[in-house]
């Protein structure tokens, strides 16, 4: 049914949650989980896997989320979760849908928060406008 | 993981493959399901602008499509799925939300009929509930 879940995170509170729920569906469906973060300066996407002190730089907000994705990785596969990252710059509704179709998931999970305010141009309502897969919209506020 | 599924279905092609979902979730996590398909007199949309997908969510006058829904229904049954039919009156999306309230709902599954394209400005099934839901919401990817 699901064999790839990817999730956004930009390492906030909401997202975290958004992050949880989405392990637990990918634990529940034993599919990989891809953690999938839009930034603002990095050349290309990268993928992140035991590499990450290579690709931290002193100074650059990229790093933070890189580091960030690093750490949720790494507490994702002490629970057995085939878990990897995908990084890419530019706005993140268009990012994320991009990733997404990138690593072939068939579930995008998004915490909801912007939801509420009904402007066009929150991040989880871009998704579920763009998303090439099923949306997964987690209520976190 | 989930104890109470609803889902919305106008009884067309696109919104039973969100119902099949739902229903393989139900049946995975052992949640109750409540299928929802509202119902409004067709008089009732008659110039009021909200465009022919919109109008396709209202089910009750559609015999066709209400026979879908019932063999649906039936199907799911068989499967050995705990499922509850509500056919309120009124705008789907609305509908679906107080269900979901109602029945203290976990998740909320939808067809992605109406998402994209230019449609998605003006108030799509699926695009209003995102806006009002009080708990998590599947989008099955449907067009």
Sequence with gaps: ????????????????????????????????????????????????????????????????????LSRTEEKLRERDIDCTSLIDDGDPGEVLSRLAAECNADLLVIGNRGMQRRVLGSVPNAVTHKAPCSVYVVKTT | ???????????????DRAVSRAAELAALTGARLHVVSAYRPAAARVGDGSGAEAAQWTVGSDFRADAVLQRTLARLRAEGISVDEHAPKGDSADAIVQVAASEEADLIVLGSKGMRGKRRLLGSVPNKVSHHATCDLLIVHTD
């Design chain 2, 1 to 15: 993981m989930f104890k109470t599924i609803v889902v919305g279905t106008d009884g067309s092609d696109t919104a």
């Design chain 1, 1 to 68: 049914m699901l064999s790839t879940v990817a999730v956004g995170t930009d390492g906030s509170p909401t997202a975290a949650k958004a992050v949880e729920a989405a392990a637990e569906i990918a634990q529940r469906f034993d599919a990989k989980l891809v953690l999938l973060s839009a930034c603002r300066n990095s050349r290309q996407p990268v993928t992140l896997g035991g590499r990450s002190e290579e690709l931290q730089w002193v100074d650059n907000p990229d790093a933070r989320m890189r580091e960030m």
